[in-house]
């Protein structure tokens, strides 16, 4: 197995074997009769675990629609928790898998997981494309075989959002700080020399090709994740529950949806409905009040009533980009969000939605006030995020794939 990083495009040292010239999507039987046969790699893709379904998954069904012959190696996998296309693929098994606690305590596995990365076995394939916002970015390929990573994101817990991952937390996790400090540092140097690894990075925003360039010294090219725009649409309000304004979202400490429950105790005449389930959510009830209401975790098919029912959506915590502002959009709903991060670049300011710039409750309570007093056009909203429609997405990682193998030819050439 190759195990040590491979130099990025870009260096002087030429691929062991130059790779198939064209990225073929499709599967060999379905060449059309008569046709000249056309190299046809084998794939892999890799996901850091599948043990939730939110963003990263939603960019990982993508991939699986581009690649549906391929084969799926996670970290952690809980089956039944995807979508019925990632469910449908091929799935390798990993180490990892068969570990105490992988299932129901994934986090607590970290330290495991850049060595469990590294003994995937990848030798058979000629691409490997990973979904990374962990270690998946971390996966060896085979000599000669080009890798391709989406990066949701540098390690948060490593680089830079320590402290809002422990923000909340229990005192027995605070007295383990000068551990996890420890741990972060260790990650970060792996992470770090692992970075070469890939060929071609893929950012999901400006934003992380952004921090990709500042930790790992690497240019990105950036496509945003997919929007299902014909899942989430506008439609008539007869989600059960009335009057109501949405955050969507898992219940973490990063999230701050503390934010936006503090806030609606400035805002009592208006009702707020939290859709999501986490570890967080014994506290934010304990912070509540009357106006404020938790309804757990939702179904998949359930999103876009509750989305489409909303007279706007609180997205209070700083995301890397962030789907589901996109997803509200299209469904021709506002966003109030905090004015950092890939908000920024998935919401257009005073046309799809209203940004508040300090991390307080009197903030969220100001930009939700701004917003009922100035209401904005659902059409204009489910425009923005047509932008971003699965089509889109679809090609421009298409383009970016073969992007990798032509650099990577003009390299060999240039090195013959």
């Given at each position: 197995m190759y195990s040590s990083p491979r130099p990025p495009l870009g260096s002087?040292?030429?691929?062991?074997?130059?790779?198939?010239?064209?990225?073929?999507?499709?599967?060999?039987?379905?060449?059309?009769?008569?046709?000249?046969?056309?190299?046809?790699?084998?794939v892999a893709l890799v996901h850091d675990w599948l043990v939730t379904l939110r963003g990263g998954e939603r960019v990982l069904d993508a991939l699986c629609e581009l690649f549906p012959y391929a084969t799926l190696h996670t970290l952690v996998r809980?089956?039944?928790?995807?979508?019925?296309?990632?469910?449908?693929?091929?799935?390798?098994?990993?180490?990892?898998?068969?570990?105490?606690?992988?299932?129901?305590?994934?986090?607590?596995?970290?330290?495991?997981y850049p060595t469990a990365i590294e003994a995937l076995d990848l030798s058979a394939y000629d691409l490997v494309v990973s979904s990374s916002h962990c270690v998946a970015k971390g996966a060896i390929a085979a000599p000669g075989a080009i890798h391709v990573c989406y990066c949701h994101t540098p390690v948060r817990y490593a680089w830079d959002r320590t402290d809002?991952?422990?923000?909340?937390?229990?005192?027995?996790?605070?007295?383990?700080?000068?551990?996890?400090?420890?741990?972060?540092?260790?990650?970060?140097?792996?992470?770090?020399?692992?970075?070469?690894?890939?060929?071609?990075?893929?950012?999901?925003?400006?934003?992380?090709?952004?921090?990709?360039?500042?930790?790992?010294?690497?240019?990105a090219i950036v496509v945003p994740p997919p929007v299902q725009c014909e899942r989430f649409a506008p439609f008539a309000r007869s989600q059960p529950g009335g009057d109501y304004d949405l955050v969507l979202g898992g219940l973490v400490p990063y999230k701050r949806v503390d934010l936006a429950v503090q806030a609606y105790a400035e805002l009592p005449e208006r009702k707020l409905i939290i859709v999501g389930d986490g570890p967080e959510r014994q506290r934010?009830?304990?912070?509540?009040?009357?106006?404020?209401?938790?309804?757990?975790?939702?179904?998949?098919?359930?999103?876009?009533?509750?989305?489409?029912?909303a007279n706007m959506l609180i997205f209070p915590g700083e995301e890397d980009f962030g789907i589901v502002p996109l997803e509200a959009q299209a469904c021709g709903v506002p966003v109030v969000?905090?004015?950092?991060?890939?908000?920024?670049?998935?919401?257009?300011?005073?046309?799809?939605?209203?940004?508040?710039?300090?991390?307080?409750?009197?903030?969220?309570?100001?930009?939700?006030?701004?917003?009922?007093?100035?209401?904005?056009?659902?059409?204009?909203?489910?425009?923005?995020?047509?932008?971003?429609d699965r089509p889109q997405f679809l090609q421009r990682m298409t383009a970016a794939i073969a992007l990798a193998y032509q650099q990577r030819t003009s390299r060999a050439q240039q090195a013959a």
């Open positions: 002087n040292t030429a691929a062991p074997h130059p790779p198939s010239p064209q990225v073929r999507l499709d599967a060999p039987d379905q060449q059309p009769s008569g046709s000249v046969a056309r190299p046809t790699p084998t809980q089956p039944g928790i995807a979508t019925p296309r990632i469910e449908a693929m091929r799935h390798a098994p990993s180490l990892a898998d068969r570990l105490p606690l992988a299932h129901h305590h994934h986090r607590w596995l970290l330290p495991v809002d991952y422990l923000r909340g937390t229990t005192p027995a996790l605070q007295l383990a700080r000068p551990a996890i400090d420890l741990a972060a540092r260790w990650l970060r140097r792996w992470d770090l020399q692992t970075a070469g690894r890939v060929d071609l990075y893929v950012a999901n925003s400006q934003n992380t090709a952004n921090k990709i360039r500042k930790f790992y010294g690497r240019s934010l009830q304990a912070l509540a009040g009357p106006n404020v209401q938790f309804v757990g975790r939702a179904a998949e098919s359930e999103l876009p009533k509750w989305y489409a029912g969000a905090l004015g950092r991060g890939g908000a920024l670049e998935s919401v257009i300011a005073d046309q799809t939605g209203v940004f508040f710039s300090q991390e307080t409750p009197q903030s969220v309570a100001a930009a939700v006030r701004q917003l009922v007093q100035n209401p904005l056009q659902p059409a204009a909203c489910r425009a923005n995020a047509q932008r971003f």
